[in-house]
């Protein structure tokens, strides 16, 4: 795997870290809710959505 490969998926768990940090959940702990999902939930998807299509995008630009 090529350094710069290796240095946006580093990137990328640093920001995980950041992202799924508790008090930047607690942000996100409401009563509202996006099509009945609670806003915590969906919060968490998403950043776990988008972290596994960087990481694919990352990976698929090296094989």
């Known amino acids: 795997m090529k ?3 290796q240095q946006k998926l580093v ?3 640093i920001g995980l870290v950041i992202f799924l940090n508790v008090p ?3 942000i996100f702990n ?3 809710s996006i099509l009945g ?3 915590l939930y969906a919060y968490i998807f ?3 959505l988008l ?3 960087i990481t694919f ?3 698929k630009k090296y094989a």
């Open 46 to 48: 998403l950043v776990w």
């Open 30 to 32: 409401s009563e509202f």
């Open 57 to 59: 995008t990352v990976i």
């Open 11 to 13: 990137i990328l768990s």
């Open 24 to 26: 930047i959940i607690f």
């Open 51 to 53: 972290s596994v299509i």
């Open 3 to 5: 350094k710069r490969h």
């Open 37 to 39: 999902v609670p806003v």
